[in-house]
Protein backbone atom coordinates (compact mmCIF):
# COMPACT_ATOMS: atom_id res chain seq x y z
CA UNK A 1 0.00 0.00 0.00
CA UNK A 2 1.16 3.34 -1.02
CA UNK A 3 1.68 5.68 1.36
CA UNK A 4 -0.77 8.12 -0.16
CA UNK A 5 -3.25 5.69 -0.53
CA UNK A 6 -2.40 4.83 3.28
CA UNK A 7 -3.37 8.45 4.01
CA UNK A 8 -7.10 9.22 2.27
CA UNK A 9 -7.85 5.31 4.19
CA UNK A 10 -6.89 6.55 7.19
CA UNK A 11 -8.91 10.12 6.99
CA UNK A 12 -12.00 7.53 5.75
CA UNK A 13 -11.76 5.85 9.13
CA UNK A 14 -11.21 8.40 11.17
CA UNK A 15 -14.07 10.42 10.25
CA UNK A 16 -16.06 6.79 10.43
CA UNK A 17 -15.12 6.56 13.75
CA UNK A 18 -15.76 10.05 14.35
CA UNK A 19 -19.29 9.27 13.37
CA UNK A 20 -19.97 5.78 14.39
CA UNK A 21 -18.23 5.72 17.86
CA UNK A 22 -16.67 9.36 18.67
CA UNK A 23 -15.88 8.33 22.28
CA UNK A 24 -15.81 11.30 24.40
CA UNK A 25 -15.29 14.88 23.34
CA UNK A 26 -11.74 16.44 24.19
CA UNK A 27 -11.91 19.06 23.01
CA UNK A 28 -14.84 22.14 22.25
CA UNK A 29 -15.17 23.40 18.55
CA UNK A 30 -13.20 26.65 18.74
CA UNK A 31 -9.91 24.46 20.45
CA UNK A 32 -10.68 22.01 17.70
CA UNK A 33 -9.51 24.63 15.52
CA UNK A 34 -6.37 23.91 16.84
CA UNK A 35 -5.82 21.40 14.56
CA UNK A 36 -5.51 23.19 11.47
CA UNK A 37 -1.87 23.52 12.97
CA UNK A 38 -0.55 20.35 12.79
CA UNK A 39 -2.31 20.17 9.23
CA UNK A 40 -0.41 23.21 8.12
CA UNK A 41 3.02 22.19 9.60
CA UNK A 42 2.54 18.75 8.26
CA UNK A 43 1.90 19.96 4.66
CA UNK A 44 4.83 22.54 4.99
CA UNK A 45 7.22 19.68 5.86
CA UNK A 46 5.38 17.18 3.13
CA UNK A 47 5.74 19.40 0.39
CA UNK A 48 9.46 20.81 1.61
CA UNK A 49 10.39 17.24 1.33
CA UNK A 50 9.46 17.16 -1.91
CA UNK A 51 10.45 20.04 -3.63
CA UNK A 52 13.71 19.46 -1.82
CA UNK A 53 14.04 16.65 -3.55
CA UNK A 54 13.06 17.79 -6.76
CA UNK A 55 15.39 20.28 -6.61
CA UNK A 56 18.29 17.80 -6.45
CA UNK A 57 16.98 15.57 -8.68
CA UNK A 58 16.69 12.69 -6.03
CA UNK A 59 13.12 10.74 -6.30
CA UNK A 60 10.77 11.35 -3.19
CA UNK A 61 8.32 8.09 -4.31
CA UNK A 62 8.76 4.82 -1.18
CA UNK A 63 10.78 2.39 -2.34
CA UNK A 64 13.23 4.11 -5.25
CA UNK A 65 16.93 4.53 -4.69
CA UNK A 66 17.35 7.98 -4.09
CA UNK A 67 20.75 9.21 -6.25
CA UNK A 68 21.76 11.99 -3.58
CA UNK A 69 21.78 11.91 0.12
CA UNK A 70 19.17 14.88 0.94
CA UNK A 71 20.20 16.20 4.30
CA UNK A 72 19.31 20.28 4.15
CA UNK A 73 15.90 21.58 4.21
CA UNK A 74 12.76 19.46 5.98
CA UNK A 75 15.37 16.62 6.31
CA UNK A 76 17.66 19.08 8.84
CA UNK A 77 14.43 18.17 11.23
CA UNK A 78 13.87 14.72 10.19
CA UNK A 79 14.63 11.84 8.07
CA UNK A 80 11.63 10.91 6.86
CA UNK A 81 9.96 14.49 6.65
CA UNK A 82 7.20 13.36 4.27
CA UNK A 83 5.87 10.45 6.68
CA UNK A 84 6.40 13.26 9.63
CA UNK A 85 4.33 15.59 7.56
CA UNK A 86 1.24 12.83 6.96
CA UNK A 87 1.30 11.99 10.83
CA UNK A 88 1.56 15.76 11.44
CA UNK A 89 -1.67 16.17 8.96
CA UNK A 90 -3.39 13.35 10.72
CA UNK A 91 -3.05 14.30 14.20
CA UNK A 92 -4.55 17.80 13.09
CA UNK A 93 -7.37 16.28 11.52
CA UNK A 94 -8.02 13.80 14.86
CA UNK A 95 -8.19 17.38 16.84
CA UNK A 96 -10.11 19.40 14.63
CA UNK A 97 -13.12 16.38 14.39
CA UNK A 98 -12.46 16.91 18.43
CA UNK A 99 -13.52 12.94 19.91
CA UNK A 100 -11.18 10.69 21.04
CA UNK A 101 -11.84 7.55 18.91
CA UNK A 102 -10.31 9.62 15.72
CA UNK A 103 -6.74 9.69 17.27
CA UNK A 104 -6.10 6.20 17.81
CA UNK A 105 -5.63 6.24 14.32
CA UNK A 106 -2.49 8.53 14.31
CA UNK A 107 -0.14 5.75 16.16
CA UNK A 108 -1.58 2.88 14.36
CA UNK A 109 -0.56 4.53 11.26
CA UNK A 110 2.50 5.91 12.40
CA UNK A 111 3.71 2.18 13.41
CA UNK A 112 3.09 1.14 9.94
CA UNK A 113 4.64 3.52 8.25
CA UNK A 114 8.07 2.99 10.61
CA UNK A 115 7.57 -1.25 9.99
CA UNK A 116 6.79 -1.07 6.35
CA UNK A 117 8.73 1.93 4.97
CA UNK A 118 10.65 3.78 7.43
CA UNK A 119 12.82 0.84 8.05
CA UNK A 120 13.37 -0.57 4.55
CA UNK A 121 14.44 3.06 3.37
CA UNK A 122 17.16 3.38 5.99
CA UNK A 123 18.81 0.26 4.83
CA UNK A 124 18.53 1.39 1.68
CA UNK A 125 19.89 4.82 2.39
CA UNK A 126 22.76 2.93 4.68
CA UNK A 127 23.84 0.71 1.97
CA UNK A 128 24.00 3.31 -0.68
CA UNK A 129 25.34 5.94 1.67
CA UNK A 130 27.63 4.16 4.08
CA UNK A 131 29.42 6.14 6.45
CA UNK A 132 27.39 9.87 5.19
CA UNK A 133 24.29 8.22 6.01
CA UNK A 134 25.42 7.02 9.45
CA UNK A 135 26.70 10.69 10.30
CA UNK A 136 23.19 12.04 8.76
CA UNK A 137 21.24 9.87 11.57
CA UNK A 138 23.87 10.56 13.97
CA UNK A 139 22.85 14.32 14.25
CA UNK A 140 19.19 14.01 12.87
CA UNK A 141 15.76 12.20 14.23
CA UNK A 142 13.95 9.94 12.86
CA UNK A 143 10.97 11.32 13.43
CA UNK A 144 11.26 14.44 15.51
Known amino acids: MLP ?7 LLAMTGLHLAAPGPAWTSAPGSLA ?13 GAERRCRKLGTPSAPRQTPSVLVTRGPFRISRHPMYLGMVLGLFGYAVLLGTLSPMLVVPVVTAFLDRRYVRAEEACLAQSFGEDY ?3 CGKTARWL
Request: net charge positive; proline share 4%; hydrophobic share 50%.
Open 4 to 10: SRLLKIS
Open 35 to 47: GLLPIALGLLMYR
Open 134 to 136: EAY
